[in-house]
């Protein structure tokens, strides 16, 4: 085979980086395991509920359950699934933001399951009134999001759970993003913060272990019950995943990246990854676009079509919001040099060719 892999070095839109060195040799030597078998695999499967426990201390838990999941995707299924099998009505609901994932989608159509999408406040965060109004005696499950996919921004967890528990529903926070760089900032977001049942984290984002590595935590492992099936065939009696056989590559790799970078590490890759935001959202201003503030490691910039098309002509690997706005996620792997690259090139193509913004 003479394919490559893709090169990350004009990679602007992804919220997947390089595996750290470490994470990628993990993964290579778990590749074959099984962690969907613990009963034949056990060494991957001892090595699962570490990544579990030291996810629950990024994420504020205590006592942590889980599983790694394939992704964000798998691990919010999954969450509303839990939310739905324990729900007292037979056609319940889930209220969230317009922010959300499309992954809750797939999940309302699979689950059958009335998916309430809310509208989101000035600042792009959730709506506190418009989820009240919106939440009912069917609700199974309320929604917020801790680094949404296409701002960064931080739903007021906290408020989101206080009304889930006063109607008797679970309350899910999809930190798949966020969660490796929120606990180095002042927001309120995990399990210590609030009344929050389940989470999704992926450490396949800013964790920086190889993929598949998605997260699901639960507060309380009863509601893992909630997914099992019985397993005849296998060594173990049952399973609460959605996959059945999965690789240990990403559980490996999770525990590797999370002893090597946890806490200093992490911490200096988000410091880093702030201040080039902030850096890009700057010249993005000085060249005469509006910004959207950056408060977590994503710029949204209104270039115009023409100049958004112009840099992936060039190559660039640039991705647009719903509204049409450039958006960049300063990854691990996104540095200062790529970025001042980025703003050269915008500055040539605005010099080819005149070009007028639109707002934001």
């Not at 689950?111 to 009912?136: H, K, M, Q, W, Y």
């Not at 679970?170 to 900032?185: E, I, K, S």
């Not at 065939?233 to 559980?251: F, K, M, N």
């Not at 959207?292 to 710029?299: A, F, I, K, N, S």
Request: glycine share 8%; net charge negative.
């Amino acid at each position: 085979m003479r394919a490559e892999p893709q090169s990350f070095d004009r990679v602007l839109s992804s919220m997947c980086t390089k595996p750290h060195p470490v994470a990628r040799e993990a993964a290579m030597r778990f590749l074959a395991t099984n962690p969907g078998d613990p009963g034949t695999y056990p060494s991957v499967a001892a090595l699962e509920q570490e990544a579990i426990e030291r996810l629950g201390t990024l994420a504020g838990l205590a006592d942590p359950a889980g599983y790694i999941a394939s992704g964000g995707t798998e691990a919010n299924i999954q969450a509303v699934r839990i939310a739905r099998e324990r729900a007292r009505s037979s056609r319940p609901n889930v209220v969230m933001p317009e922010s959300g994932h499309f992954s809750f989608r797939k999940a309302a159509d699979v689950l059958e399951i009335d998916l309430r999408v809310v509208p989101t406040d000035a600042d792009r965060r959730a709506d506190v009134d418009a989820v009240r109004s919106a939440v009912d005696d069917e609700t199974a499950l309320v929604i917020g999001v801790a680094g949404t996919t296409e701002y960064g921004r931080v739903d007021p967890i906290p408020e989101l759970a206080e009304i889930a528990t006063a109607h008797d529903a679970l309350c899910h926070v999809d930190a798949a993003w966020g969660g490796f760089v929120l606990p180095f900032t002042e927001y309120e977001w995990h399990f210590d913060h609030a009344a929050i049942d389940t989470m999704t984290i992926d450490p396949h984002k800013m964790g920086q272990a190889a993929i598949p590595a998605g997260g699901l935590l639960v507060r309380d492992a009863a509601l893992l019950d909630e997914l099992a099936v019985d397993t005849p065939y296998l060594e173990t009696t049952s399973q609460a995943t959605l996959t059945g056989t999965r690789s240990g590559a990403g559980v490996a790799s999770t525990v590797a990246a999370l002893e090597e970078l946890w806490p200093g590490g992490y911490a200096d890759q988000y410091e880093r990854a702030q201040a080039n935001a902030t850096w890009f959202a700057e010249q993005c201003r000085r060249l005469g676009y509006r910004v959207v503030e950056p408060t977590l490691p994503l710029v949204v910039t209104d270039l115009p079509t023409a100049t958004f098309e112009g840099l992936r002509d060039l190559g660039w690997r640039l991705s647009r919001t719903s509204a049409g706005e450039t958006r960049v996620v300063c990854m691990p792997h996104v540095t200062r040099s790529m970025l001042e690259a980025v703003v050269a090139d915008i500055k040539g193509l605005q010099q080819g060719r005149k070009v007028l913004s639109s707002g934001i």
